[in-house]
T-cell receptor
Framework: DTEVTQTPKHLVMGMTNKKSLKCEQHMGHRAMYWYKQKAKKPPELMFVYSYEKLSINESVPSRFSPECPNSSLLNLHLHALQPEDSALYLC????????????FGQGTRLTVV | QQQVKQSPQSLIVQKGGISIINCAYENTAFDYFPWYQQFPGKGPALLIAIRPDVSEKKEGRFTISFNKSAKQFSLHIMDSQPGDSATYFCAASPNAGNNRKLIWGLGTSLAVNP
């Protein structure tokens, strides 16, 4: 199994809503990542978890809150988002920290209204 | 400042032709150079990667050429097919430190005409 599964595929939320994005991998990878991707741009790293501990936060606003319940799961909790947060949110995993040979999920298309 | 410069921004190739995308970098600490392919509405998929101890790596129709002295690397897609139409990103990663973060190029949108 070489898949990273993300749910939901699409999400529309209001600026006062609270929602969560979910990511799952069963490749035994010990590093997991959240990226944000705007149209026609490369992915931007948001968070890195290594061995279930947050190792990197790329100065992401606190309205985004990551969580790693176990080595296979990664969540991104969203609260009080702004319309400019609308983007494709990608989860990835890799054996080694840093993103080398990372496998990406298909992403959650988030629209904030 | 863009640490990995990718060109061209967009590329149109006829079916059966060769697609060539170029990337250049400055940081000599980079030692891992992957290429990702991304279709609309999908996440990036690792296509092929190279380390600086080799000058070329080939996987099927996809070849990376690496020029360490010039600090450049390129992706060649032989016999390009309409199914290759996608956005291609080059990236680079440093060889040391706790944060061996991928640094991405800005991407190349490839269209292969039938």
């Amino acid at each position: 199994d070489t898949e990273v599964t993300q749910t939901p595929k699409h999400l529309v939320m209001g600026m006062t809503n609270k929602k969560s994005l979910k990511c799952e991998q069963h490749m035994g990878h010990r590093a997991m990542y959240w990226y944000k991707q705007k149209a026609k741009k490369p992915p931007e790293l948001m968070f890195v978890y290594s061995y279930e501990k947050l190792s990197i936060n790329e100065s992401v606003p606190s309205r985004f809150s990551p969580e790693c319940p176990n080595s296979s799961l990664l969540n991104l909790h969203l609260h009080a988002l702004q319309p400019e947060d609308s983007a494709l949110y990608l989860c990835a995993s890799s054996q080694a920290r840093g993103g080398r040979e990372a496998f990406f999920g298909q992403g959650t298309r988030l629209t904030v209204v | 400042q863009q640490q990995v410069k990718q060109s061209p921004q967009s590329l149109i190739v006829q079916k059966g032709g060769i697609s060539i995308i170029n990337c250049a970098y400055e940081n000599t600490a980079f030692d891992y150079f992957p290429w990702y392919q991304q279709f609309p509405g999908k996440g990036p998929a690792l296509l092929i990667a190279i380390r600086p101890d080799v000058s070329e790596k080939k996987e099927g129709r996809f070849t990376i050429s690496f020029n360490k002295s010039a600090k450049q690397f390129s992706l060649h897609i032989m016999d390009s097919q309409p199914g290759d139409s996608a956005t291609y990103f080059c990236a680079a990663s440093p060889n040391a430190g706790n944060n061996r973060k991928l640094i991405w190029g800005l991407g190349t949108s490839l269209a292969v005409n039938p």
